[in-house]
């Protein structure tokens, strides 16, 4: 049902990102497959938010995973998003971090999370970092982007004003 709704928005031919600043604002993916198979396999559940800042295309990731025994952890990440051409869009993450058992994510890492993302960042290279989008429409804040190495599409919604908090 999902991946119907999803190729009939492909469908409409919406696929320019527009201009940077239309996508400011805290969105929420809800439709990854390849997330979705990820969790059943690691018998974990994991929610996926980006927040998109309009001054500076600052992009701060926040990722909630609910695992085995009570596991409850933020998985976290900061960088710049940049858009090229008409179709692609690009995000390059520098800092990460996590946050166990905690309601909400910080919003940036501590002097501690060096070494975390000293061990994530090579995870993070460029060829798994541009999307095509494949429709956006910032007034109903939806985008749909695809993950080539996946071949799968992503869709997103835009659930609040850039530095609202993710849903816990």
């Not at 996508?23 to 396999?41: T, Y």
């Not at 993450?93 to 909400?104: G, H, I, P, R, Y």
């Not at 919003?107 to 095509?132: K, M, N, V, Y």
């Not at 749909?144 to 908090?165: K, M, N, Q, T, W």
Request: charged share 25%; aromatic share 12%; with cysteine.
């Amino acid at each position: 049902q999902e991946v119907e709704a999803v190729k009939g928005l492909v469908a409409l031919g919406q696929d320019s990102p527009g201009e940077a600043r239309t996508w400011e604002g805290l969105w929420r993916v809800v439709n990854a497959p390849h997330i979705r198979s990820l969790g059943s396999l690691a018998l974990s559940r994991f929610d996926v938010y980006y927040d998109i800042g309009s001054e500076d295309s600052t992009i701060r990731s926040f990722v909630r995973c609910e695992g085995p025994v009570g596991l409850k952890a933020w998985l976290n990440s900061a960088g710049k998003v940049s858009i090229f051409d008409s179709k692609d869009v690009e995000v390059n993450f520098s800092d990460f971090w996590v946050d166990v058992n905690a309601l909400q994510p910080r919003r940036t890492p501590d002097d501690q999370d060096t070494i975390l993302a000293d061990i994530a960042r090579p995870f993070f290279f460029r060829e798994l970092s541009r999307f095509p989008v494949r429709y956006f429409d910032a007034d109903k804040g939806l985008v749909i982007f695809r993950f080539p190495p996946l071949g799968v599409e992503i869709s997103a919604c835009r659930i609040g004003p850039s530095g609202s908090d993710p849903r816990s």
